[in-house]
């Protein structure tokens, strides 16, 4: 709740400017004047206290949550990736970039995102100097 407040007079300001702009000049004409609002996605929008635009927005309880097929696709990648005490560079990116959408609803999962680089950082560097003494192919990469 806090967020919201400290954020709110911005919104109003801009949702101000915006219905300024559409009030004084018209209907954008794309040809003569830059528009900034995507005008599809304007007119696609509904209008209700119950939004998804990527998270779940609820007006009227003051809630923010994750759409349940989402949170789905992070719980079929943490199935399917990591049973193992193995990852690729990929899958971990494509982990922690899913656990950093989660954060933005779920601030706690943000005090779990240091360990994530850190433990990718270690990885990646353990993973390098065995490849540095292994692999001479990579040693000549690397010169």
């Known amino acids: 709740m806090g967020d919201i407040l400290e954020q709110m007079s ?9 219905n300024f702009i559409f009030t004084i000049m018209g ?15 304007w007119r696609m929008t509904r209008v209700s206290h119950h939004q998804i ?7 009227r309880a003051m809630t923010i949550g994750i759409v349940s097929e989402y949170r789905a696709a992070v ?8 049973k193992r005490s193995t990852f690729t560079v990929g899958d971990m990116e494509s982990l922690i970039g899913k656990l950093r959408r989660i954060g933005q609803a779920f601030l706690p999962i943000y005090h779990l995102m240091p360990h994530m680089y850190s433990s990718v950082a270690y990885a990646l560097r353990e993973n390098a100097s065995f ?13």
């Not at 911005?10 to 915006?18: G, V």
């Not at 635009?53 to 007006?59: E, K, Q, Y």
């Not at 719980?75 to 990591?82: E, P, T, W």
Request: charged residues 25%.
């Open 10 to 18: 911005m919104t109003l300001a801009a949702a101000a400017e915006a």
């Open 27 to 41: 209907r954008p004409m794309l040809q003569l004047r830059e528009c900034a609002v995507a005008l599809d996605k």
């Open 53 to 59: 635009l990527g998270l779940m927005f609820d007006t």
């Open 75 to 82: 719980l079929k990648l943490l199935r399917r990736q990591f």
């Open 131 to 143: 490849l540095m003494s292994t692999s001479r192919h990579f040693r000549a990469l690397m010169k």
